[in-house]
């Protein structure tokens, strides 16, 4: 593991044997030679031996499809989580609101369709436009720090050596790892570590609408169903019965990917979910009741 597949803003583990060291010599900033930002080669140089050259390159690029295949994975599953959980709420809080108004099943069925669809569009929507602004500023952020790093080297490496500074990297060797990051990937050195941005993770917003628009189909198709199957007198608690198994179901998921407690998760969101539930049957009822 080189020094870029540290986690950014943390110090590296003493005597650690990754820490490759460099001759410091003492130069002023003023004649350190411009770090190498992924500037293009001639054909010559293409096979060409080159001291710039590093077997860690062809690494450092395999580490980078791999942070960007798990970036993209944790993304889907998280916009999977979300979009389910909103499609459960969603369209379950709309079937039992005009439940409450009305028991004539062609209203909750054009009423549950109606806000299945609206909402896996407007969730799927919604991620992508998200998802695309953030894509968008770090590739301009990237971009950004590519110009300052080949108009202003020197300056540039102190402000790494502050960034490093300031996340408990010792004074006596916090100048050799900067130098040893700026010659290995001095642009990934700079994103990461001052930024907090990986390059290599810049995650598709195709890949995460599709996942919240399928999973929050798939999560509002359970109380459609079970509103629709069940008898008028049994449509409430039929409906709540499938949401807090679905919602219970989402909750120990959402808790496994987070790695966090799922008794808490999963109380969490069983109760927003019934209050929501319950709102809009309260709601809708009264309305009937007015109406009628």
């Known amino acids: 593991m080189s020094l870029l597949d540290m986690p950014p803003r943390r110090p590296p583990v003493a005597g650690s044997p990754d820490t490759p060291a460099a001759s410091h010599g003492g130069a002023p900033p003023a004649e350190r030679p411009a770090p190498s930002v992924g500037r293009a080669t001639g054909p010559a140089d293409a096979h060409a031996p080159s001291a710039d050259r590093d077997p860690r390159t062809s690494v450092s690029r395999d580490h980078s499809e791999d942070r960007t295949t798990r970036s993209d994975r944790i993304n889907q599953l998280r916009a999977g989580v979300l979009g389910a959980n909103d499609g459960i709420v969603s369209v379950a809080g709309l079937a039992v609101g005009v439940a409450g108004a009305t028991t004539d099943i062609r209203w909750l069925l054009i009423a549950g369709l109606a806000s299945l669809v609206a909402g896996a569009l407007s969730m799927a929507m919604g991620e992508y436009v998200s998802v695309s602004t953030q894509r968008d500023t770090d590739r301009a952020l990237i971009a950004r720090t590519r110009a300052d790093l080949a108009a202003d080297p020197a300056g540039e490496h102190r402000h790494l050596l502050a960034a490093l500074t300031e996340s408990g990297i010792p004074d006596d060797v916090v100048g050799e790892v900067a130098d040893s990051m700026e010659r290995h990937d001095a642009l990934t050195a700079h994103t990461r570590f001052r930024h907090g941005v990986e390059q290599?993770?810049?995650?598709?917003?195709?890949?995460?609408?599709?996942?919240?628009?399928?999973?929050?189909?798939?999560?509002?198709?359970?109380?459609?169903?079970?509103?629709?199957?069940?008898?008028?007198?049994?449509?409430?608690?039929?409906?709540?019965?499938?949401?807090?198994?679905?919602?219970?179901?989402?909750?120990?998921?959402?808790?496994?990917?987070?790695?966090?407690?799922?008794?808490?998760?999963?109380v969490r969101t069983i109760i927003g979910g019934v209050l929501a539930l319950l709102v809009t049957y309260g709601i809708g009822a009264a309305l009937g009741v007015a109406i009628g």
């Open 200 to 266: 290599g993770t810049v995650v598709s917003p195709l890949s995460a609408a599709l996942a919240s628009l399928l999973s929050f189909t798939l999560g509002g198709i359970i109380p459609l169903l079970a509103i629709l199957a069940s008898p008028p007198v049994l449509r409430l608690p039929a409906t709540l019965v499938a949401v807090v198994v679905a919602l219970a179901l989402l909750g120990v998921v959402s808790a496994r990917l987070g790695q966090a407690d799922a008794r808490t998760a999963t």
